[in-house]
């Protein structure tokens, strides 16, 4: 039977992991197998379900208990529904519930590089990207758009902070991902000779003299490629660089110099699927 639980006190520490804990405190590098992330709105929460994320609690607007999440509750009955009116949900949150639906999830473990990888043709691999909404925007473009897994360097933030896994709509849960390395050590020497030794040709996406045009026949002819996307600000390393087999750009225009991350992504995905 579900066990609904009305909010009255806003201390209560069954309510930390919406109210009061950081991301980093909620992802709990010194214990990742307790650590947790929150997912908001039903499709969102039903594609966490979906892929097999344990719910640990709800939080909800009262309205919906009967209404749009009614069928998410009846698939976590063991799950506590912490609820109350908006207004009230808005005070002890201090933001407007998106859609009056949160979800406090548990962690996985995540695979490894050579797991996310096996059989995979296209990947993306994202050079220091900071930003949760390219990180989410990224991710929902490249299930959108034909990528088998998504790498993060050491230096990424986390695909499962609360906005990257909203701005993703959920595709954070579909496609697979991994960290390719641990440390800064790993990047870009070490990450790039194992996508070597898998098979992969590496395509840095940047505006350099010899680049080539997205368009080269040569890059959608290879069998394994890996495109390697650069920070939101600088793009990628000058090491990096030099390193991939390929330097590709896209063609641009009317005096503009580069696309947002997130926009360039979408437009490398789609020119280069298999």
């Known amino acids: 039977m579900t066990n609904i639980i009305e909010i009255a006190d806003i201390h209560s520490p069954r309510l930390d992991a919406y109210v009061r804990l950081t991301e980093a405190q909620l992802k709990n590098r010194l214990h990742p197998e307790n650590g947790l992330f929150i997912a908001e709105s039903p499709k969102v929460i039903a594609c966490a379900l979906d892929a097999g994320f344990e ?5 909800m607007e009262r309205k919906h208990i009967t209404g749009k999440a009614a069928d998410l509750i009846a698939r976590c009955p063991s799950a506590p529904v912490y609820t109350a009116d908006s207004e009230i949900l808005e005070t002890l949150t201090g933001y407007p519930l998106t859609r009056g639906v949160l979800c406090a999830m548990r962690r996985r473990p995540l695979p490894s590089l050579e797991d996310v990888c096996t059989g995979a043709r296209r990947i993306a691999v994202l050079e220091g990207i900071v930003d ?11 299930a959108a758009l034909g990528m088998d897994a998504v790498l993060l360097t050491p230096t990424c933030c986390d695909p499962l902070n609360r906005r990257a896994v909203r701005v993703s ?20 020497e070490r990450g790039l000779e194992r996508l070597a030794a898998l098979g992969f040709k590496t395509a840095a996406l940047a505006l350099t003299d010899d680049s080539l045009s997205i368009d080269n026949p040569a890059l959608a002819q290879q069998p394994r490629l890996a495109l390697i996307l650069g920070t939101e600000g600088d793009g990628l390393a000058a090491s990096t660089i030099a390193q991939c087999d390929y330097t590709v750009k896209i063609p641009m ?10 926009a360039a992504s979408a437009v490398a995905f789609y020119a280069l699927r298999p």
Do not use: C, K
């Not at 949760?132 to 490249?142: E, L, P, V």
């Not at 709509?169 to 870009?188: L, R, S, Y």
């Open 55 to 59: 719910p640990v609690s709800f939080l």
């Open 253 to 262: 225009y009317h005096g503009v110099d580069s696309l947002n991350v997130a």
């Open 169 to 188: 709509m959920g595709t954070v849960f579909q496609v697979p991902w991994a960290h390719i390395g641990e440390t800064a050590a790993d990047w870009p």
């Open 132 to 142: 949760t909404t390219n990180i989410g925007a990224i991710f929902r473009s490249a």
